[in-house]
Nanobody, 123 residues
Framework: QVQLVESGGGLVQPGGSLRLSCAASGFSFDRFAMGWFRQAPGKEREGVSCIGSSDGSTYYADSVKGRFTISRDNAKNTVYLQMNSLKPEDTAVYYC????????????????WGQGTQVTVSS
């Protein structure tokens, strides 16, 4: 059974930080690129970041560049999203996803998806 389980979401004040984790199982984690997506109420799903399976390449949406950092620990089958300087506009359900090979073009259909974790930024 393939599983992607996100954790680390919660309620934070503007300017605060959160670290999301996604624990993967049931597939060859080190052969998959891993992405983070988010969806706010009434809005389309947005690609936030992606990290390659082995080449170390990372990609970020313009809205989060300089504030978010994606990383992975293949020994732990886990991908992380460090979120700093959080803004109310970052409020959304955050999903991790896996795709075989390299980070794909925008709107590519990833192979596996997690259940999501809620991030709320509010004072």
């Amino acid at each position: 059974q393939v599983q992607l389980v996100e954790s680390g979401g919660g309620l934070v004040q503007p300017g605060g930080s959160l670290r999301l984790s996604c624990a993967a199982s049931g597939f060859s984690f080190d052969r998959f690129a891993m992405g983070w997506f988010r969806q706010a109420p009434g809005k389309e799903r947005e690609g936030v970041s992606c990290i390659g399976s082995s080449d170390g390449s990372t990609y970020y949406a313009d809205s989060v560049k300089g504030r978010f950092t994606i990383s992975r620990d293949n020994a732990k089958n886990t991908v992380y999203l460090q979120m700093n300087s959080l803004k109310p506009e970052d409020t959304a359900v955050y999903y991790c996803a896996a795709v075989s090979g390299s980070c794909p073009p925008p709107n590519y259909d990833y192979d596996y998806w997690g259940q999501g974790t809620q991030v709320t930024v509010s004072s």
